[in-house]
């Protein structure tokens, strides 16, 4: 069954980064089997001004990302007590392209996310350089009044392919991410087939997540990152994921490294 983001007409990433970069935003996040992926797909076709990213004649692109925390994962268990001031911290690396970023994800006044990007070396992807450490304390000073905690280094990885959809008029994106594995020093995972779909606009009950919502699709609480950690560490606590946990990637067990 063809899933794909062949149905819109294309944008390129220009007009995306012009009209909706969205660096700050608000995020809904759906976890959809293929068939109801298509379904909503298609509906989003039949709407006026949806189009899909495309560069060099690609729609869809992999991603490698490297996730950093403490010893004891930090992030990971202020992600799942829930924390307000809670952050992320991360390289992407688009493979396709070569291009690499670091990135901080914060969260603003009204849980908006506010992620803050700068321009990295592939090859330094899995460590934190001083420029980066740099920085991360200044946008954690700045987010929080924060030290960045001891200790952080890179824990996992996640690769994924996505696409995206943009409708300019809304000032909205919508990422689809399938083909989810994660790696760490203790073992890999694959997630079955699914698709995470994360509207991203300006404020929540845009078209898009209505559109969802009429589907009988309900917006749950998923990080990749966490979902990564949970599966790879399971001695973790991880009930705000449970339900992502067991439709994504079920009784999965990692394969152990080496």
Same mark, same amino acid.
């Given at each position: 069954?063809?899933?794909?983001?062949?149905?819109?007409?294309?944008?390129?990433?220009?007009?995306?980064?012009?009209?909706?970069?969205?660096?700050?935003r608000v995020d809904s996040k759906y976890l959809l089997t293929p068939a109801v992926y298509r379904r909503f797909r298609d509906r989003l076709a039949g709407t006026d001004g949806w189009a899909c990213l495309e560069i060099d004649g690609r729609r869809r692109? !992999?991603?490698?990302?490297?996730?950093?925390?403490?010893?004891?994962?930090l992030t990971y268990r202020e992600h799942r007590q829930g924390r307000r001031r809670r952050f992320k911290v991360r390289t992407r690396t688009y493979a396709d392209s070569g291009e690499c970023a670091f990135e901080v994800k914060t969260k603003g006044s009204r849980q908006g996310t506010i992620k803050q990007r700068l321009p990295y070396r592939p090859a330094d992807a899995g460590?934190?350089?001083g420029e980066a450490l740099v920085f991360l304390t200044e946008t954690l000073r700045n987010a929080y009044g924060r030290d960045v905690p001891p200790g952080m280094a890179a824990r996992l990885r996640t690769d994924y392919r996505r696409h995206t959809l943009v409708n300019l008029a809304e000032t909205a994106r919508v990422t689809v991410d399938e083909d989810l594995s994660c790696v760490s020093g203790t073992g890999t995972a694959a997630a079955r087939r699914m698709f995470l779909v994360e509207v991203k606009a300006a404020r929540a009950?845009?078209?898009?997540?209505?559109?969802?919502?009429?589907?009988?699709?309900?917006?749950? !609480?998923? !990080?990749?990152?966490?979902?990564a950690a949970a599966v790879l560490f399971p001695w973790l606590h991880a009930n705000p994921w449970s339900r992502a946990l067991k439709e994504w990637f079920g009784p999965v067990r990692p394969t152990p490294a080496g």
């Open positions: 069954m063809n899933a794909g983001p062949d149905v819109f007409a294309p944008i390129d990433l220009a007009t995306v980064v012009d009209a909706a970069g969205l660096q700050t692109f !992999s991603y490698e990302t490297v996730y950093f925390d403490t010893p004891d994962l460590r934190l350089t009950g845009g078209p898009a997540d209505r559109l969802l919502w009429g589907m009988g699709a309900r917006p749950l !609480s998923v !990080s990749k990152y966490c979902l």
